[in-house]
């Protein structure tokens, strides 16, 4: 059984900055075999991508929306995937969600991914 556990949200003001990290577990779950993304879903939105990264971290990708105020990473021996968010915006305000998907490279469909964390909420005054 996979396990993907989220933690970090919370109410942040506009311009502040959050961490978010996502742990993995599972007997038969080999984080180093996975694509890791972030996704979030605001309140009557789709589901939309947000950042991803390769299995060894050396590819991320992101949405135009958080180039350049988000970072993905990755920590391979903790199995654990970061997003960390600076410049925060209302529209920020989110669910966010991670996930992993058993492709080699970075894919912004959330359909395609494997497994899901239970999502944190994120919600950013103005």
């Known amino acids: 059984q996979v396990q993907l556990v989220e933690a970090g949200g919370g109410l942040v003001q506009a311009g502040g900055s959050l961490r978010l990290s996502c742990a993995a577990s599972g007997r038969t779950f080999f984080f180093t075999s996975y694509t890791m993304g972030w996704f979030r879903q605001a309140p009557g939105k789709e589901r939309e991508f947000v950042a991803g990264?390769?299995?060894?971290?050396?590819?991320?990708s992101y949405a135009d929306s958080v180039r350049g105020r988000f970072t993905i990473s990755r920590d391979n021996a903790k199995n654990t995937v970061y997003l960390k968010m600076n410049e925060m915006k209302p529209e920020d305000t989110a669910v966010y969600y991670c996930?992993?998907?058993?492709?080699?490279?970075?894919?912004?469909?959330?359909?395609?991914?494997?497994?899901w964390g239970q999502g944190t909420q994120v919600t950013v005054s103005s």
């Open positions: 990264i390769s299995r060894n971290g050396d590819i991320t």
């Open positions: 996930a992993a998907d058993q492709e080699s490279w970075v894919r912004r469909m959330w359909a395609v991914y494997d497994y």
